[in-house]
């Protein structure tokens, strides 16, 4: 759902007497995390050391709604100015709505604030939980009717609650005349457990072979096991709910079998099912990509069991209709569109993994930040943000491309993920400019270009500058970014140089040329641009700034654990250091576990990995990848025994991946503990 007003930082100030601060805060997370809500809550909003009256209007000033709490003890002494500020301010705007919230404690007759007793209230008094309520206020602060209640299609109980009760014995299963092998990927929690064996024992039944991963030892086997099994199946059956398509590891699986279909007829096949996740919500960023051209059906209760089952039988027994082609293969959502979406997730994130939204209160503003912003403000600028995965890089372009837009002087920003391109639009210079040249017009909404314009009887020179001639500067001349990330795609790509020369000349003919003065450069890269490319003269790496980020420092480690709610003491912060060093990824998916789980502390600096850790899927992904490239495996293990690497691009791309760094004598080494300990053991 759309926040009313668009150009509104928050969707709603939360307004609320001291006394009843542990209750907002579990509304505040609930609009965060699961209503696509950003609020204003001043435990999180407030900046240390700046003055909180002044915080407390630019807060009410920023947010689209203001929301007022009244428990038992009613108003309390500095709420009350912010509910005469808010009313104010409904009265001179009036889409600024003020909602009146009663929690759990208020009174069978609460005593509303003067004014504010005519307002349609929303009633928490029978939970903090009631799913009518917590409707109620998000509609409020959509500023939409709530109508009967949310949506049937909306509704999702918490997987854990939904039973299976489909039995093999309900299913008709005749004896396939062409087995398969199926490989059966899920997550090894209720109900994801139960339906994969169900699943199994089905395609059993009629004489198909399935890979199911029980019994198999966790580690370096295990991995071993799961790529041999990918590659003797014919079908990958992916069971995705909400928690595994944030997972490494099936995203590592989705790969490995694209990359082993390119190469066998088209097989394995993926059918993917979601377990209580609506079709319509995107899937992550990565997972997105890896699906974007594959139809999936979706299971929300035990009465989809039986329909599914039957139209796995059946698609699973038709091998000779399915080769060489996703498309035809029977399980499918009739109408349903996997739509790729943007690689930032427009809600405040909080699940680690992906990029965070520069105003959401997770996001930690680095040195790096300011340097790119003001550089980007130059007539023309070219901006190269190099460091390894998962350290914040997306995160920060991404950040830029929202900045530079609502800037005093607004800059109109395209975003193109390399990544995400089709593997046909990096044959040439001709098919990558116009992949571009499409993207910055759906961006820009450019009106009267189609991608039919572009004459591959001409050269991409002449196509892409009579683009910016004839249709992005012809009615507007404010000055365009081209956000470029994860580039390295094309380091190892035949036109990878020609590619970045181009670039490099379109820089060079801004000082001349008006149009592609007005083009200003932001690339993102992984990998050390050195050791692939040769000229560095003819790319645009070795002009304008260049930013590297990496480790997160103790102070921003300490702050990043203050937005979770955590104080962190000198003691537990230098743990911390030792163990991830720092690492933004690994550093947030401790905090997040802590705040799930704070009894488990302890347990996450231990060394010994069970399938319980929190690592589990992040170390896993590694070890998928090493199982296919043993060389990059044989340089990973000489550096986490001490001997360093003398093959630098194995060692960029390890260092491009997060998993070394460079000493102070330009030795590689692990780039923390967790992997020297973890990798010293499995790569025996």
Known sequence: MAISSANKTYGVFLSYNREDCEAVQRIAVYLADEAQVNPWFDKWSLIPGEPWARNLEKGLEASSCCAVFIGKSGQGPWQQPEVAAALRKSVNSPEFRVIPVLLPDAPSDPELPPFLSGHTWVDFRKGLDDDLPRWQLECGINGIAPGPGRPQAEKSRPATELPITIQIEEIEVTPSEKPANV?????????????????????????????????????????????????????????????????????????????????????????????????????????????????????????????????????????????????????????????????????????????????????????????????????????????????GKTSLIMGMYVALRSAKEPIRTAFIDFQALEE??????????????????????????????????????????????????????????????????????????????????????????????????????????????????????????RVELGAFTPDEVGSFAGRHGLALEPGALKMVMEFVRGRPYLVHLMFFNMVRNPEAHANFFDTDFTSRGIFRDHLHSYLVQFQREKALADGMKEIVEGNGCNDRKLVDRLEAAGLVRWDDSMKAIPACRLYAEFFKAQLK
């Open 183 to 391: 490989f059966i990927s899920y997550r090894h929690q209720e109900p994801d457990s139960s339906l994969a064996h169900v699943f199994a024992d089905t395609l059993k039944k009629a004489g198909h072979e399935v890979f199911i991963d029980t019994g198999l030892r966790w580690g370096a086997n295990w991995v071993k096991g799961i790529r041999e099994a990918l590659e003797r199946s014919d079908f990958l059956l992916l069971l995705v709910s909400k928690e595994t398509a944030s997972s490494e590891m099936v995203v590592k699986e989705i790969s490995l079998a694209n990359e082993l279909a390119q190469s066998r007829n088209g097989a394995p096949i993926i059918l993917p099912v979601r377990l209580s996740f609506p079709l319509k919500e995107p899937l992550p960023y990565q997972l997105a990509v890896g699906l974007r051209h594959i139809h999936q059906e979706s299971w929300n209760d035990s009465n989809d069991t039986a329909r599914l089952a039957r139209r796995l039988l059946s698609t699973v027994g038709q091998r000779s209709e399915w080769r060489g082609s996703q498309s035809s293969v029977d399980i499918r959502t009739v109408g349903q569109v996997n739509t790729l979406q943007p690689q930032f997730d427009p809600r405040s994130m909080i699940i680690p993994g992906g990029s965070i939204k520069t105003d959401s209160r997770f996001y930690v503003v680095r040195k790096a930040d300011e340097e790119v912003f003001t550089e980007l403000h130059k007539s023309r600028a070219t901006v190269t943000v190099r460091g390894p995965r998962q350290t």
């Open 424 to 545: 046909g639009s990096l044959k040439s210079r001709n098919t990558i400019w116009l992949a571009i040249a499409v993207q910055i017009a759906k961006q820009l909404q450019i009106q009267g270009w189609k991608r039919t314009d572009w004459n591959f009887d001409d050269s991409y020179l002449i196509n892409i500058s009579t683009f910016l001639d004839q249709f992005v500067f012809a009615h507007d001349e404010t000055p365009l970014l081209i956000c470029l990330d994860e580039v390295d795609r094309l380091f190892s790509s035949p036109i990878g140089s020609k590619f970045f020369g181009s670039v490099r000349a379109f820089f060079n003919s801004g000082a001349l040329d008006p149009s592609w003065g007005k083009v200003k450069w932001l690339l993102g890269s992984s990998s050390e641009p050195s050791f692939f490319i040769e000229d560095l003269t003819q790319s645009p790496f070795n002009i304008g700034l």
